[in-house]
Structure formats: C-alpha cells, structure tokens
C-alpha cells in the first residue's frame, strides 16, 4: 500500500485561522510556514478597524515574535516577500456576523477558496465579564459554523477546545460529545439557552447601568456573574463552562460538515519546535512557579497526588495538522484529548520537586540583584485546612489591623485597604484553580491514539507530527526546557 503523506495534504492548501495571535494559532502558523512553503494561503482573522490595523498586528504581534526566529533565517532577506504571498490579515471578528469580514469581495473570495478552517479563537481568563465570554467561546462558533457552510472547497473545520469542558467529573473522561449535551443543556433547545442567557445579560447591564455604575464595577459585577451563572449549569468558572456550551452549539449545527474537535489539556511550552521552551504569557501553572520563585509563594492549595495533564504547545500543533490531514471531507465529528495524564501523567508533588531544584541550583535574582532562596512549598488538600490556615496566618491579623485602625483614627487605613485587597486576590485565584489543583480526572485519549497510530502507519512523514506525550522526559523537559523558556521569555525582575 503506498502512504499517504501529511506534507502533500497541506501543499497548496488555503487556510483560514481565526483567533491568530493566541498562542496555540500563532505556533500552528509557524509551523505550516516552516514545513510547508508551498500551502498556498493562510487568512489570519484578527480584531482591527480595517486592513491597515489588522496588517500591522500581524507584523507585530505575531510575525515579529521570536517564535518566528528559524523561519526568518530560513528565508533571509525572502522572509517578509515570502510571507507576504502566503499569509493575509483580516479584519475581523468571530462575535459578528460573516466574521466581521467587511469587504464584500475579500469575504467572496474567503468562502471560494478556503478549505481549512482552524477555529482557534477563545478568551481563556477563568473569570472573564460572562457577556464577553458568551460572545466569544459560546457564541462565536455559531458565526464560524455559518462561515464555514458558505464556503465551497471547505475540507475541514477543526475547533480548539479545552479539556477542561468536563467540568469537575473525575475518573477516566471519555472523549465525547453526548455526555456534555445530555449534562449541560438540561433539556433546552440551543435556541432555548441563547435567548435565556442573552436575556439575563442585558437584564444585569441594564440594571447596573441604571444604578450609574462605573465601567469598573460593571467589569468586576459582569465577571461574578458569570461565577455564578456557571456555577448555575455546574461548571467552576466562566472558561470551560462556555467552552462547553460551543462545543454543543458546534456538534447541533454543524449538520454535514466535517468536524474534528481538539481538546488539549494544560498547554505549555514547546517541547522542541521551532525551538525548545517558546511560550507566550502566563499558562496555567506559571503563574505560581513565578511566584514560587519569588519568594511570594509559600503555601498552595493542591493534592500532592493529584496527576496534573499538561501538554507542550507544539505537539498539541502536531495533533491538528495530523487530525486535520487524516478526517478531510469525513462528514462527522470526531473528539481528541490531547494531553498526558492517561499515558505518561506526572503528579503535583513532582512537578513541585523539580520546580524547586531548579530554583535552588539556579536562583531567581531579584531588581536589586539578590538571590532568591526557596524552600519546599507547603500544600493543602482540601479546601478547608488552606482556609484554617489563611484564617490563622492572614485574616485574624487582618482583623487585628482593622481594630488598631480604627482605634487610631484611621492612620493605618492606607495599609488596611491594600492588605485586605491583596488578600481577596488571593482567595479569588485559589477558588479559581481550584478545581484543577485538586482535580481526580484521567483524560482518556483512545482517539488521540488510533489517530497517532494512522498517521504512523499510513503516513510516510508522520515523524514530523509527533505528538505522543510517552516521549516526553518530564523532569528534564520542566528542568531545562519548560521554566527556561519562562524566565527567558515572559518572566520579569
């Protein structure tokens, strides 16, 4: 049997990206370019009054990164001639109807020749306003899908999901479809649910903007609001609960269009293209290893046991441009966990090891040039032993100073404020991570890998879309990749 090949599915193939300066987008650019100069067009979907502005995003905010590194000493002088035949900036929006695609003959010639579409736009703040969310991740699919059917070659609409769509289910999570549907929508129509939430929306705005609310405090009360309207439905915050509610929008419209579905678990750093260790912003678990690292962070809320799924940026890359060349023109909908936990996990409390030897081998310096030394992080596994500690260590003297306060004419009022915030802040981010730090759930990735296993067995270049976490060395890849590329690229002094 001849096989088949990845590189000859992408060449002269015509892509439209949406979502295309978030992280996951920008690596599946670069690595299309790198791999296959001969696609013949990628549409980059980008937020922008005109062409103008959507133009110079892209040069700024997704070309002229260092991801994009190997790819320009590659073409030298060629790289901007080169890029310039290959990618388009498009103004536009997934919250608006056609896109948001404005010029009626760009949008003619987007729905003749597309025949990809990578659905990778998302706001991914756990807390985000739940208007802003709704519009996005929930809504904004519909606006895809009505895309994707006008456009006449389309092989392929692949969306990014997450994981974490599960909510807090524990043990094996299979990867489908219809436990979400029968879970979430409790009975109502797609019809049913958009109308419902859209109305509570504009009840909440309303009112808040009758009581003459500022824009702060309509941001902070949108953003509770969508806690608690998750919550409502089941889900820990406002991300994956919306998250979900695409992917049930997606699987009921989509009527015949070939689907692919790619929910990656925590994604990181890339494990070794176009180089090792590139990330962009804060992850998941970052933010507390630069914490930690700090000195800022001593104690956290999670279960040592607790197995954390994490999964470098670049195999999760690997994982779509393999599902999209293997279910081209398939009329179905097909799910793929892409993470680790169920074939090579790795617990909390390693991961907390290597993070601290790292650190103490090589310590973080500080603005005034000192070093910072670590200890072992103290962790709770409940939730109710990390609040008798906060009680103890933070709010009895938080109390004391609200008394002195007072006693004293308010002279320590300054101080009282900025403790009592920095300390909301704090339990705001616990109850937010909360459900990932203690979380009891192992992806099942049966899918994820009969799809490796196709492309391994079918596909004469399937070696250059690994995506198989077994591969992955984690103590090294945490070591020496992962928080290398963090310091050297998103941490500061």
């Known amino acids: 049997m001849e096989l088949k090949s990845i590189l000859a599915y992408l060449q002269n193939k015509t892509i439209l990206v949406t979502g295309a300066t978030g992280f996951l987008a920008m690596v599946f650019v670069e690595k299309i370019l790198r791999v296959q100069p001969d696609v013949k067009k990628i549409y980059l979907l980008l937020r922008a009054s005109n062409t103008n502005s959507a133009t110079n995003r892209m040069h700024n905010e997704i ?19 080169f890029v310039s035949q290959k990618v388009v900036a498009v103004a536009g929006d997934v919250t608006s109807e056609k896109l948001g695609v404005k010029d009626f003959k760009l949008t003619e010639e987007m729905c003749n020749e597309t025949e990809i579409i990578l659905n990778s736009a998302a706001t991914t703040n756990f807390d985000e306003r739940y208007d802003i969310a709704l519009d996005v991740n929930t809504f904004g699919i519909l606006h895809v899908v009505s895309f994707a059917k006008k456009c006449l070659k389309l092989e392929m609409l692949l969306h990014v999901s997450t994981a974490y769509v599960c909510g807090e289910r524990v043990g094996l999570i299979p990867e489908d479809l219809p436990s979400l549907t029968d879970d979430i929508v409790k009975g109502t129509t797609k019809f049913d649910f958009k109308a419902q939430e859209k109305i509570v929306v504009e009840k909440k705005l309303t009112e808040l903007k009758a009581q003459g609310a500022s824009e702060e405090v309509i941001t902070s009360t949108m953003k509770d609001f969508g806690i608690e309207r998750a919550k409502h439905y089941g889900w820990p915050n406002t991300y994956v609960f919306t998250k979900a509610m695409g992917e049930v929008f997606l699987g009921r419209s989509k009527d ?9 678990t925590v994604v990181t750093s890339t494990y070794k293209e176009p180089f090792p ?12 290893i630069a914490g930690y690292c700090k000195g800022k962070l001593t104690c956290l809320l999670a279960d040592p046991t607790t197995v954390f799924d994490m999964i470098p940026v670049d195999m999760v890359v690997n994982s779509i441009i393999s599902a999209m060349a293997v279910n081209a023109n398939q009329s179905s909908i097909v799910i793929y966990h892409v993470g680790s936990s169920f074939r090579n996990p790795i617990k909390i409390n390693s991961i907390h090891d290597f993070v601290f030897r790292h650190f103490t081998k090589d310590p973080w310096v500080d603005k005034d040039g000192n070093l910072v030394k670590v200890g072992r992080c103290t962790m709770f596994s409940t939730m109710a032993t990390f609040r008798m500690y906060m009680q ?41 991570y909360k459900p990932y730090m203690l979380f009891k759930g192992i992806f099942d990735d049966t899918n994820s890998e ?44």
Not at 63 to 81: N, P, T, Y
Not at 256 to 264: A, D, F, N, S, T
Not at 277 to 288: L, P
């Open 256 to 264: 015949e269009l070939p689907v692919v579905i790619i929910r990656p």
């Open 277 to 288: 260790g590139w990330i962009q912003g804060f992850r998941t678990i970052d933010s507390v």
């Open 63 to 81: 070309l002229g990164k260092e991801l994009f590194r190997v790819l320009r000493d590659k073409h030298g002088a060629d790289f901007d001639s």
């Open 392 to 432: 103890i260590c933070f709010m009895i003297p938080l109390e004391g100073l609200k008394f002195v306060n007072k006693a004293c004419g308010h002279y320590f009022q300054d101080s009282y404020v900025n403790y009592s915030r920095k300390l909301k802040l704090v339990m705001r981010f616990v109850e937010l």
């Open 450 to 493: 009969e799809l490796q296993k196709v492309t391994s067995e079918s596909y004469i270049d399937a070696n250059k879309f690994n995506f198989d976490p077994n591969c992955i060395d984690w103590e090294d890849y945490i070591m020496n990749t992962h928080i290398h590329g963090l310091r050297k690229h998103v941490m500061v002094k």
